[in-house]
Antibody, heavy 116, light 107 residues
Framework: EVQLVESGGGLVKPGGSLRLSCAASGFTFSTYSMNWVRQAPGKGLEWVSS????????YNADSVKGRFTISRDNAKNSLYLQMNSLRAEDTAVYYC?????????WGQGTLVTVSS | DIQMTQSPSSLSACVGDRVTITCQAS??????LNWYQQKPGKAPKLLIYDASKLETGVPSRFSGSGSGTDFTFTISSLQPEDIATYYC?????????FGQGTKLEIK
């Protein structure tokens, strides 16, 4: 069974940092690209960042460029999102999702709240 | 960046009705268009991929069509459990974007 389990969310002050993790199981993690998608309270889905299977290609939404860094460790079947210089508008549930042309597996999400 | 324009933003229909949602891309995306269903407090669920392919286990009342820039998502006979928000999503070589979402309610 495919599972994606996010962790690392929490309350952080504006300007602070947080690192999200996503533990993958049930599929060959190293052969899939992976994505982070977020959803602010009461708002729609927003793609955040993607990473190719071997980390060769990385893409970020303009809203997080220069502040967020996606990475992965294929040996540990894990995906990460390092979030720096956090702003109030980064408050959201962050989902990891298996990549490719479509995402048929998603984690349950982890809530990040940026507030003083 | 490719922008996705989804309409309507909300929709109220009766059980048994045929429901249609449209999504327009700002440039040609071939058939790289997916549709997701999201219920409150839950992760999105893939319903349709590559514009018209039904994900395994998804009821056949859900369908999708279109290519290029114009796409349609249809529920042939609305059921109470279909109450949710629906999103289109385009894929362009590891770059993605979502439509604004359509909140579907029962009349």
């Amino acid at each position: 069974e495919v599972q994606l389990v996010e962790s690392g969310g929490g309350l952080v002050k504006p300007g602070g940092s947080l690192r999200l993790s996503c533990a993958a199981s049930g599929f060959t993690f190293s052969t899939y690209s992976m994505n982070w998608v977020r959803q602010a309270p009461g708002k729609g889905l927003e793609w955040v960042s993607s990473i190719s299977s071997s980390s060769t290609y990385i893409y970020n939404a303009d809203s997080v460029k220069g502040r967020f860094t996606i990475s992965r460790d294929n040996a540990k079947n894990s995906l990460y999102l390092q979030m720096n210089s956090l702003r109030a508008e980064d408050t959201a549930v962050y989902y990891c999702a298996r990549g490719g042309s479509y995402s048929n597996y998603w984690g349950q999400g982890t809530l990040v709240t940026v507030s003083s | 960046d490719i922008q996705m324009t989804q309409s309507p933003s909300s929709l109220s229909a009766c059980v048994g009705d045929r429901v249609t949602i449209t999504c327009q891309a700002s440039q040609d995306i071939s058939n790289y268009l997916n549709w997701y269903q999201q219920k409150p407090g839950k992760a999105p669920k893939l319903l349709i991929y590559d514009a018209s392919k039904l994900e395994t286990g998804v009821p056949s009342r859900f369908s999708g069509s279109g290519s290029g820039t114009d796409f349609t998502f249809t529920i042939s006979s609305l059921q109470p459990e279909d109450i949710a928000t629906y999103y289109c999503q385009q894929y362009d070589n590891l770059l993605y974007s979502f439509g604004q979402g359509t909140k579907l309610e029962i009349k």
